[in-house]
């Protein structure tokens, strides 16, 4: 009996121990499944993680490559509105000449006119005007042709007007005697333009 009850007992004890180790072994391997579901779970949202990552680098990728080109594109534009910019920058210094020679042109033509009216003005001054030239120390009369040719040629190199003018000579006579000289003189010159 004493021999049967230490098998039983050691059958209970045995069996005891096996549960407990089977209920080990469950435990161990609910342990491990559970943390092997943790660790799939961690691998998947590592995963996620990594996909999101790669997702963001592509579209940065992308975005990068677009602004690159766009980047490339604007460097064209620039470079045709720069030529373009110097085109109309060219064509305006063009114009700008332009405007400039036409006044230039228009200030010519107002000098050239002021001119005219100028010795205009002094020609018609001049048929009016009495030169007074001072001859000294002629020898001879006033009608020594010499010394009046001297005196007409130096008032026509000064005046260039159409009438003799008057020649003062020292030790000259009356003033009558000068306006009579003065006008055969005058007659004398106009009728030898006349012939040239």
Known sequence: MAEELDQKQTIASLRHEIDYLLMKIHMSEATHKYAFEARKLKIWFLKQKFEEVDNTVKFYRGEIETLERENEDLKLKLNRMDIELLKKKNELVKIQIKELEAKVAELENKRKIQDNEISQSLTD????????????????????????????AAM??????PFIIVAMISK?????????KVNMLETTHKVRSEEH
Do not use: M
Request: with cysteine.
């Open 125 to 152: 001054e001049n048929k009016y005007l009495f030169l007074a030239l001072f001859v000294g120390n002629i020898n001879g009369s006033l009608d020594d042709d010499i010394s009046w040719k001297h005196s007409i």
């Open 156 to 161: 026509d190199r000064c005046s260039g007007a």
């Open 172 to 180: 000259w006579g009356s003033r009558t005697n000068l306006l009579k």
